[in-house]
């Protein structure tokens, strides 16, 4: 069974920048569209960034367009997020997950709706943005 594993996740300064990193053991992920998502306390999942299962589609959230940059490495086996100028709103734990790489999964991948396809959800990553 595929279940993915997300590292990465630190304390940082609002302004700093953290890379996440989402792989799987015995797994390879290159058949799977996978996104990030994240989930603060108090608050539903959301969709931060997905991308196709070669890399050439991806679809991010409004609030992270050109902050957070999606990317996979297939042949290590891993899908990165990059996050810059990050803020404190920001602050949640970051989960990837995989889907069936097709069009309108990628296109409806962000915001509190985007999960629904997505599924083998690791333990989640915790990016906190404070001073």
């Known amino acids: 069974q595929l279940q993915l594993k997300e590292s990465g996740g630190d304390l940082v300064q609002p302004g700093g920048s953290l890379r996440l990193s989402c792989t799987a053991s015995g797994f390879t992920l290159d058949s799977y569209a996978i996104g990030w998502f994240r989930q603060a306390p108090g608050k539903e999942r959301e969709g931060v960034a997905c991308i196709s299962n070669s890399g050439g589609n991806t679809n991010d959230l409004d609030s992270v367009k050109g902050r957070f940059t999606i990317s996979r490495d297939n042949a290590k086996n891993m899908v990165y997020l990059q996050m810059n100028s990050l803020k404190p709103e920001d602050t949640a734990t970051y989960y990837c997950?995989?889907?069936?790489?097709?069009?309108?999964?990628?296109?409806?991948?962000?915001?509190?709706?985007?999960?629904?396809?997505?599924?083998?959800w690791g333990q989640g990553t915790q990016v906190t943005v404070s001073s």
């Open positions: 997950g995989a889907a069936p790489s097709l069009r309108p999964i990628i296109r409806r991948c962000t915001g509190v709706a985007g999960s629904r396809d997505f599924g083998s």
